[in-house]
């Protein structure tokens, strides 16, 4: 597809992406799938990882940080007993130790201490930045890697299956958590050691129950026409759903799109929310100060309904 086929398209897909490409390579073969002009993933996942990869086209990318931030979940699979360069199995076998008989109170004991707000080292292998350059790069380069530790969210990490020294867990944590690090502290809690072998994303807020699409199905509506591509998108305002709505008058409406504070009046909730204005398109992203008064966060130019 040549540029000049590409549109002026506003959604948000939520792909399931497949093993193997990483998830701008994901972007980039969705993006011309659906001909969109515009196009920001709303936060990673490594090739080794599959599931859901909401992606924002052409006004939803002003919402792409604001989702990177929500909370996730996923389902993991840890092999015991190894750990290995990248803390994952696309790494090299660092160290093999026996695995100990473990019963659920042992496993469940070396969950524990990884529970809650937690200090985790992210993997040397990851794409933290310093002084401009993703760890990875300076680990092939094979340079020392100094990673420094960060304080993140786990709401839940719990053990569903074992068979053997392999435990599938899941997880459910906030922005910036590293779920190879979860793998690499929980081996090192039960003593023998661990890596990541397989992990899917299963939501992301505010999807919780996400119809998620494939690149394959997308290629198919693609031979379809453009109406089969644009019923795969979700209205940009569906990454809003988890925050208040609110809804100007005219007036209200006039000066919000000068991109002037708006006072709504004592009573009004503080906080982020989703704005409308009086003929019912979504305006902004805004935020309500403890004054009353409205102000512009990111502001939308969304065509009529």
């Known amino acids: 597809m040549n540029r000049r086929s590409f ?5 948000i897909l ?3 992406k497949p093993l193997g490409l990483s998830s701008n390579q994901a972007l980039q073969t969705a993006r011309r799938l659906v001909g969109a002009a515009k196009g920001g993933h709303t936060g990673s996942l490594d090739p080794l990882a599959t599931g859901l990869l909401p992606l924002c086209f052409g006004e939803a990318t002003k919402i792409a940080g604001w989702l990177l931030g929500s909370r996730k979940a996923y389902e993991a699979e840890v092999k015991l007993g190894q750990t290995t360069t990248t803390a994952d199995l696309e790494g090299e ?6 695995v100990p008989e473990l019963d659920d109170a042992a496993i469940d004991a070396a969950l524990a201490p990884l529970r809650g707000r937690i200090v985790q080292v992210p993997p040397a292998y990851s794409a933290i930045k310093q002084d401009g350059v993703p760890l990875y790069v300076r680990a092939r380069r094979g340079e020392a890697v100094d990673v420094p530790s960060r304080e993140v969210d786990v709401y839940r990490l719990d053990v569903i299956g074992r068979t053997g020294d392999t435990v599938r867990l899941h997880v459910e944590c906030g922005s910036g958590t590293y779920v190879r690090s979860l793998a690499v502290d929980f081996g090192a809690n039960l003593g ?3 890596h990541l072998t397989g992990l899917r994303r299963l939501w992301v807020d505010p999807f919780l129950a996400p119809a998620m699409v494939t690149l394959d199905q997308l290629r198919e509506a693609a031979e379809a026409g453009p109406d089969p591509l644009d019923a795969c998108l979700l209205p940009v305002e569906a990454g809003l759903a988890h925050i208040p709505r609110v809804d100007l008058d005219p007036e209200q409406t006039r000066v919000l799109g000068f991109g002037q504070p708006v006072p709504l009046g004592p009573g009004t909730s503080s906080g982020r929310c989703g704005v409308r204005g009086a003929d ?3 305006m902004a992203l805004g935020e309500v100060g403890g004054d009353g008064i409205l102000r512009v966060l990111r502001g939308f130019n969304l065509p009529p309904v």
């Open 280 to 282: 019912g398109r979504l």
């Open 93 to 98: 076998v660092v160290e093999t130790r026996p």
């Open 7 to 11: 549109r002026d398209i506003h959604g």
């Open 192 to 194: 023998c050691g661990a």
């Open 14 to 16: 939520l792909l399931d």
